[in-house]
């Protein structure tokens, strides 16, 4: 029998996995190319499809060719370090993989790859006309950092309106919002849930839901409110009756201390689950801290974009910010979800994780959490195989008495 | 490669560039002038100068191992000048400094400071500078924020007030420099230059740390030296310019001009980037001027997504100003921003038909032999099988 998890699964799978080359957020409307998961309610509101070439990259290395992809992204000749998801942007940008964007939004944010992402859409020849919007993330989070950053969002609206000759309908863009705010909160309820012991439901459903809300084309819809009321509502009858993952038997809870990437989840998340008992409470595509959008006036709202997506899309949060910022959510996340421990994938093209290293190797040790570091590719297993991550995550558990 | 040029103030420069604490820095230390150290060119120096201080460029030179900086950066994934820069602040050559401002320029650079913070080396002034990453009016006005921010916390970190007067002070001593160190890149135009690549970059170094108005006196004394110097006929196999992150070390161009080549042009950090235009010095605020000019007018860092129109340019203006027969475009390992940005500017030189070498490597100086090879058949290719 298939049950509601299963389902909700197989539902936001079957949107997320049309994904790839095809503009992710489809639309008839125009098409904007970004290099960063950008405001999702402005290009929702006005009607446009919006794409974020980095996704575009990471669901590459998902497909049943990601080897063979990876080299031939490796044979582009860019950085031969830099993030393999980043690389695969790359190679489909230059081997005309692409569809043609009306206009093309870029940003540093979050790390240096996107950087070379961005570059790259700026000075494709075949998109020279193509109209362009940079955008500034400072490394900051303070009200003067989200001042500034929702100003770029703002312009970067009136330049879509000068483009496309369409004003935004800000009626639309409230009404969009106010579903966003539903959204997050709900997608904020299930990681509240996950905080139960045993862990109600597969912790990976917080991913999945924010994936599934961001980067297909039922975004910001009814249809992913009910998606998430339903998880809800199923795992908050399991947390009644104190159940843990259907045929799990919790045993230790831990946060993976980066993205997810493509290959884990699926080859390396379940086998722990199954096998040892070991459980992903949470991941850093799953951490949310979603502040409700202000609706109280239009600057307000461009404020509150602006810390958004400074603070709180999760690689910006991860990478944007300094390492006393990066310990803290590390300890909130252990403490919040009873974590008996820290995995950190140490994922090679991370420069700002594999920076700060000893920083958050000590506190941990300071704080007696037991720490391990992998040194991976989260979007290569021929890195590290799934088998060794596997061995060396279970060596680890042995040794330190959690199993 | 040496020019064979006999000059005291040359001398001076080579023996700066060469080591970290130097006789001049010395000086300024005896007399008790504070040095604040800064790790990205652009950090202005001349908000340091009207502070009453030295401002010191943090470099990596002759780097040997990154030693305990390897404990805090992820050897096999961070840029290795980041590391090597840190690993000489671990090792207690950077003792002399009073403070450092870290720019945040790319994301290795920005953790130098978060790690400093944490070492057993850390200092009590330790300050960041958000490099922005685009150039326009709005990102501009939030640097002059951010430098606002920072020389306020200097005047009260170190009890000194930075007026108008000493900012504007400053500029024109760091314009005035700019402009000597742009005539002496035009000695290079001349198809046998008194100086070559390798040397300049010494004096380029040496720009960086010691006091500035000693360093225009030495400058402008090299220059009348340079001019009067009766240079002997040479040939050379092809001109050359270097493209990359900033790199105070010279093996680059000592490999080029032992193979028989002339570096004539670069534009590096620790070269055309920080020679370039001037501050405009006809404004009413200093720091706006200064703001304007790291962010309107320099070609930045390609970290700074406005930044490829601006360096394209200035590599084509340079290649054909100079003569340049091949662009080297030298990238560490795991700059990602530097690595992309090469890859660019070759499809743009390929279609110009303008010869680029693409190196990628670590930046120390023990890895010459394989460059070498590479350069000589670089060399080889782009002047005909001359050597």
């Known amino acids: 029998m298939i049950n509601v998890f299963s389902q909700l699964q197989m539902q936001a799978g079957k949107s997320l996995g049309g994904l790839c080359l095809d503009p992710q957020n489809a639309s008839p409307g125009p098409f904007v190319l970004g290099n960063g998961d950008f ?37 582009t000749g860019v950085e031969s370090r830099m993030c393999t998801a980043l690389k695969v942007a790359c190679y489909y940008l230059e081997a005309g993989l692409v569809r043609k964007p009306d206009m093309i939004i870029t940003s540093n944010s979050c790390c240096d790859s996107m950087d070379t992402l961005g570059n790259l859409m700026n000075t494709y020849k075949p998109w020279a006309e193509v109209p362009k919007f940079i955008m500034d993330a400072p490394h900051s989070f303070d009200e003067e950092s989200y001042i500034y950053m929702g100003k770029q969002l703002r312009q970067a609206v009136t330049f879509m309106e000068d483009v496309f000759g369409r004003k935004m309908d800000w009626d639309r863009l409230r009404e969009v919002c106010v579903l966003s705010n539903k959204q997050d909160q709900l997608l904020l309820e299930f990681q509240e849930l996950k905080k139960a012991v045993p862990c109600p439901a597969n912790p990976d459903f917080s991913r999945l839901g924010f994936a599934y809300d961001r980067w297909t084309g039922e975004r910001i819809s009814p249809q992913i409110t009910d998606w998430l009321e339903q998880l809800i509502s199923a795992t908050e009858q399991r947390v009644k009756d104190k159940l843990g993952i259907e045929g799990i038997t919790e045993k230790v809870r831990f946060l993976w201390q980066e993205l997810a990437g493509t290959w884990p989840p699926v080859e390396l998340w379940g086998r722990l689950q199954q096998e040892l008992g ?41 990478c944007l910010h300094t390492t006393d910022f990066f310990c803290n959510d590390i300890l909130q996340i252990v403490k919040d979800f009873k974590c008996d421990a820290v995995i950190i994938p140490a994922h090679i093209g991370n420069r700002d994780t594999n920076s700060r290293l000893k ?31 596997f061995d060396r995550i279970k060596t680890f558990f042995e040794t330190t008495g959690l199993i | 490669m040496k020019s064979g ?26 007399g008790g002038r504070k040095v604040l150290g800064y790790t990205c060119s652009f950090v202005p120096e001349e908000l340091i100068i009207a502070a009453g201080m030295l401002p010191f460029r943090i470099r990596a030179t ?109 500029i024109r001593l760091c314009n005035e420099v700019r402009e000597l160190q742009r005539e002496l890149y035009g000695l290079r135009l001349s198809d046998n230059p008194p100086i070559t690549g390798s040397e300049t970059v010494a004096v380029i170094v040496a720009g960086s740390s010691m006091p500035k108005e000693e360093y225009r006196d030495d400058l402008k004394k090299l220059l009348r030296e340079l001019q009067e110097v009766q240079v002997p006929e040479k040939k050379y196999s092809a001109r050359i310019m270097i493209v990359g992150p900033g790199h105070d070390d010279t093996s680059m161009s000592d490999i080029v001009e032992e193979l028989g080549g002339l570096v004539v042009n670069d534009l590096t950090c620790f070269g055309g980037k920080v020679i370039f235009g001037s501050v405009k010095e006809d404004g009413s605020d200093p720091l706006k001027a200064l703001a304007d000019y790291q962010v309107l007018t320099r070609p930045f860092c390609p970290k700074n997504l406005s930044a490829h129109p601006v360096i394209n340019k200035e590599v084509f203006d340079k290649s054909k100003e100079f003569k340049v027969d091949g662009v080297i475009g030298q990238v560490f390992l795991c700059c990602e921003t530097w690595g992309g940005e090469i890859f660019i500017l070759n499809k743009e030189l390929r279609d110009a038909g303008i010869p680029l070498l693409r190196i990628e490597r670590e930046c120390t100086a023990d890895s010459t032999g394989q460059l070498r090879t590479r350069v000589q058949a670089f060399i080889e290719t782009i002047s005909g099988g001359a050597l």
Not at chain 1, 45 to 68: K, R
């Open chain 1, 278 to 318: 070991a459980i992903v409470i949470m991941d850093y595509m799953s951490f949310g801290t979603l502040t409700p959008i202000d609706l109280t006036s239009e600057e307000a709202m461009f404020t509150s974009f602006g810390k958004r997506f400074l603070l709180e899309d999760p690689m910006n949060r991860q």
């Open chain 2, 5 to 30: 040029i006999k000059s005291d103030s040359f001398e001076k420069f080579t023996v700066i560039a060469g080591s970290i604490m130097n006789p001049s820095v010395q000086e300024c230390k005896d």
């Open chain 1, 359 to 389: 920083v958050v190797r000590e506190m941990c040790r300071e704080k007696g959490i037991p720490c391990l570091v992998l040194g991976m590719d989260i979007w290569d297993k021929r890195y590290m195989t799934p088998e060794t991550a």
């Open chain 1, 39 to 75: 405001f999702i309610e402005i290009p929702a509101a006005y009607g446009c499809s919006y794409s974020d070439l980095t996704i575009t990259g990471a669901m590459g290395t998902a497909m049943p060719d990601a080897s063979e992809l990876i080299d031939k992204a490796i044979e």
């Open chain 2, 62 to 170: 002759d780097s040997e191992s990154a030693g305990r900086a390897d404990d805090y950066f992820e050897s096999a994934n961070i840029c290795s000048l980041i590391r090597h820069t840190f690993g000489k602040v671990l090792n207690s050559e950077y003792d002399f400094i009073d403070g450092a401002i870290v720019g945040g320029g790319c994301d290795g650079n920005r953790h130098i400071l978060d790690n400093w913070e944490k070492s057993p080396a850390k200092i009590a002034f330790l300050d960041r500078l958000f490099i922005p990453h685009a150039s326009n009016n709005l990102t501009a006005e939030f640097f002059l924020g951010q430098l606002s921010g920072l020389k306020s916390r200097i005047e009260g970190y170190f009890g000194v007030t930075i007026t108008d007067e000493k900012l504007w002070s400053a």
